[in-house]
């Protein structure tokens, strides 16, 4: 049985090997080789600070690592429109790993959400905020 943990770990895999693939036609010239590691950096890193957050060792903890795996994915929306820019005829790629990336952004900001709310209770960060005011 595939759980939601693992689907999404296969996925931010998969996400951060197409991008190694797709940049590794885009090293012929300076800015291709520069751009092309900003990104490789960028979605790798979504799956490492995912894989991360599977072992977090609390609550705090996954809320953390989800906030730069939210961050790295969004990093990662901007080099790929770096690239359709500067590299027209790559559309249908293109689009389709902007649309891994958007959905990426989307599941780990809600998961963190959640998992606030699950932390600081039905008011998020609110609720904690005036928790720690209470006890000045």
Sequence with gaps: ????????????RKFGI??????????????????????????????ANYRSACRARSTADF?????????????SLYWLEMVSELYPGREIELRRLTDEANQ???IASASRKTARKRLYGSKGIEDRKSKIEDND
Excluded: F, P
Excluded at 29 to 41: D, F, P, V
């Design 63 to 75: 809320v953390a690592k989800l906030a730069l795996v939210e961050e790295e994915s969004d990093e």
């Design 104 to 106: 990426l952004v989307a």
């Design 18 to 47: 197409d991008v190694i693939r797709l940049c590794g036609t885009l090293q012929s010239r300076l800015e291709g080789r520069i751009i092309a590691g900003q990104l490789i950096r960028s979605a790798t890193s979504v799956g």
């Design 1 to 12: 049985m595939v759980t939601t943990r693992t689907a999404l770990l296969a996925r931010t």
